[in-house]
């Protein structure tokens, strides 16, 4: 055994137990009876611990300094850099501030829901303050002299820097004000009437995601309160959720979720539990769900069949045929909530964010004055004013619990997911008429060769680089976006 | 922080570990994708290794030695009891002759399961020896100089001495015997027939589970191929079988393992994730399921009550009465599968396995011998010939992973609910006026006050002596049974 196989073992031994803590979670939000809750989070706390005791082991240090003398092929190298950043990071923060977190996180999640609740920002803004102070005490420890919201940001897409992403989503902001402000000034689109019944939608969702390319003897649907993926390799389940009145949240957030789990899916069976066995970051994550979501998903193409697909399982639902279909499939209306939003709003949202938890971070912003900031920047993104604190700054959970840098992921990913399309459509030229039979399978074998197979092999960039040819850019996006939303909006 | 409080915590954290092993078995049994056992294999290794590590911990033992001076009260000398108990017998047992047993009946599950398909004895024999002869070393290093199946024993049904059950089993089998031939030599019961249905009978089961007491806050039922009852405290999950053409099975397996899962959501919550948080033996644990299903869910009076909700859920199903009914859910009849036996045959099985395994461990019966003398000793207690492998002695699992000294405690479970259903009559004495509304509250807090409750406090002889105000004794089992089958099958 070289020090590399030792420390490989025990990689793959943690690796098995974050699936189960995985599976945990899974279990908590689909089938666990709900007086669990309380004991489930101390079995979910053991878990933790051992999983952090393995993590922070100083074994890993040892077999890792060992182990840079060895021969190794591609894979490897890649294997050790992922071991080396994450017990790096774990050996920069104090073991006394990373209590402090996990115990003040514990109950600012509480905190926030109580004042979210009561549409109560004053009650939310002293755990905010305190929140902040922890993680950028934490993000001072990771950045060892550096940015500290780069280090932050690193946590979720390595190697990420905020001066990149200022410069992309800068450059699409002026376009996405553009584009809402035409769709709000026309015509509305069609929507849809009638009552949809939640046996059919599920099992329309169980059909959508086959053809999307889930594999359903390595996964399953449930429903939940908020659609997820969970789990990696060989089990990676998804839920979904249903509405009475429209079958778009479910046709769309399965597509979304069957979208990560898929990636899970097509990783290399030989990365099964180790650190290149599972997306390489989150916004390349992101990217998988939005392309078979949005580009793949929401194309003319494919909500043609897909029309044909409702009106045998609902009958006439007040949509008069597969022109008004997609309209209706793609509205953009009013709205204050991120995760109900289009795909063109939905980037002003995170734009928003970028900018307010940066200056929450660097101090420009105390968090006290959050409120006000989030609501002058909703009405000059969006051009509507925000109603209430619920509907506004404390509409995400993320900052409750001081996750910073999570945010821009999400565009990240819809950048990524321009860049994919494009190359995707000079790949595969005849991909509409593919989409117009319901058939994904060119499209997806496409982003399983080029994107989805490589685990962790290479950094994101690299990723996004090597499959379209180019760097990423924000301009396939954008290019997208004006073409789709300028056509269905057509200006004056 | 006393050598006491530091033992607990770690005892703590391992038990909280373990429920999660065990939600993970139900996750596998119920709702796991078949493609993921392989990973989920990997996955529960990996925890279960870390289980072993905790529960050898050599800390453990310093601090036994340290809490044996301190003054505690009666919990937690019985806490110290059962960590004592368990450090011991993982320190008695060699970490190479625990792997090889770990590595062999890993595989020999499989040749059981193969040899059980073709029945073909021949095959599994040497498999069987070789099992045998591994568990002979364990139980020999266990026993540390006493008896042997006694040590294994002790495993499941911690103090008990074969020498006992053996007194106690041969005083049940004449009179097992006798029932058996009246009631094949009768006229046949009653027989229900049509189809239920599926849906039907799962809310039926549900209905019945909360009549018994289980509380569905803390626990779900579900389908499996094999009914089963998973976790202690606020999480217990029952399973349960329906078969189209009788709903029987789903009756009693549901009652059957309610019996279970309230037992252990019936323990006094102060010692949740400890060892006195779950049943205290495989004997006891198996009277609460069984005291259940028979002595009440099998009664005369509630098969009343019952045969009321069958006929408003499935209307006409062949039964004309509830007499016919009480006899149709009574039915003796042959068969040669233990888990399909009724109450009289179900005790010849075990007490048939519990001399053969007996007869294997001390040397006295070849492996090779097996199926010969299974198929005499069938013979001779039941009457009718074992007509192959697979319905005689290849049908149980147990066997094939070593599990000798299991099946005896499902007798002993027997003998216990015939001990406990004559006290609660005492105790309790409208018991069939509530039992005929289908009324089982009154039983239920009779057995939560006086067996459920103390969780592992008490030694499992001691709990039932003081519930009962007398040692256990056959007698009141073959009292229960010589009354009720004999007037079902009047001799002659």
Redesign the interface.
């Given at each position: 055994m070289t020090a590399y196989d030792d420390l490989m073992a025990h990689q793959r031994?943690t690796e098995?137990?974050a699936?189960?803590a995985g599976?945990?979670s899974w279990?908590r939000e689909t089938?666990?009876?709900?007086?669990?809750a309380?004991?489930?989070s101390?079995?979910a706390?053991?878990?933790s611990?051992?999983l952090h005791a393995r993590r922070t082991d100083p074994r890993i240090g040892d077999w890792l300094e060992a182990a840079s003398g060895e021969a190794l092929d591609q894979a490897g190298e890649a294997q050790l850099r992922h071991i080396r950043r994450s017990y790096e990071r774990t050996q920069r923060v104090p073991c006394d501030l990373a209590a402090r977190i996990a115990k003040f996180t514990a109950l600012s999640q509480g905190r926030w829901a109580e004042a979210r609740e009561a549409d109560d920002f004053a009650a939310f803004a002293p755990v905010l303050a305190e929140v902040v102070a922890l993680r950028r005490e934490e993000g001072a420890a990771l950045a060892d002299g550096g940015d500290i919201y780069d280090a932050m940001l690193d946590d979720y897409e390595p190697g990420a820097k905020a001066v990149d992403l200022e410069a992309m989503f800068g450059a699409l902001r002026p376009g996405l004000i553009a584009l809402r402000e035409a769709a709000l000034g026309a015509a509305a689109a069609p929507v849809v009437s009638g009552q949809f019944d939640v046996q059919t939608q599920m099992r329309l969702a169980r059909q959508l995601a086959k053809v999307c390319g889930y594999?359903?003897?390595?996964?399953?649907i449930d429903k939940a309160v908020h659609p997820f993926s969970s789990g990696s390799?060989?089990?990676v389940?998804i839920t979904t959720r249903t509405s009475d009145d429209e079958p778009f949240n479910c046709i769309y957030s399965t597509m979304h979720e069957a979208g990560h789990a898929i990636y899970e899916q097509s990783i290399d069976p030989a990365y099964?539990?180790t650190p290149l066995g599972a997306g390489v970051s989150m916004g390349v994550h992101e990217s998988q769900s939005r392309i078979v979501e949005n580009q793949l998903g929401r194309s003319r193409a494919f909500t043609g069949w897909l029309y044909g697909q409702l009106r045998d399982a609902f009958g006439d639902f007040g949509i008069d045929g597969p022109d008004a279909f997609y309209a209706a499939a793609n509205s953009l209306h009013r709205g204050y909530i991120r995760t109900e939003a289009d795909e063109v709003q939905y980037n002003l949202h995170i734009l928003m964010r970028f900018d307010l938890e940066r200056a929450l971070v660097s101090g420009d912003l105390a968090p006290g004055d959050l409120e006000e900031a989030w609501n002058a920047r909703f009405l000059r993104d969006f051009g509507y004013a925000v109603p209430r604190a619920s509907q506004g700054c404390l509409q995400d959970v993320h900052w409750s619990v001081g996750l910073f840098g999570y945010f821009p992921t999400y565009s990240l990913g819809n950048v990524y997911a321009g860049c994919l399309a494009e190359a995707l459509r000079q790949a595969v030229p005849t991909l509409d008429d593919q989409l117009a039979d319901g058939d994904m399978s060119a499209a997806m074998a496409w982003l399983r060769e080029n994107v989805q197979q490589h685990g962790g092999l290479y950094t994101p960039r690299e990723l996004i680089t090597r499959a379209c040819g180019a760097e990423p850019s924000e301009a396939p996006l954008m290019n997208y976006l004006e073409q789709k939303f300028g056509a269905l909006y057509p200006a004056g």
């Open positions: 031994q098995a137990l699936q189960i599976r945990l279990d089938v666990m009876p709900r007086g669990a309380a004991q489930r101390e079995e706390g053991a878990l611990e051992v594999d359903m003897t390595r996964g399953r390799g060989d089990d389940r099964a539990l």
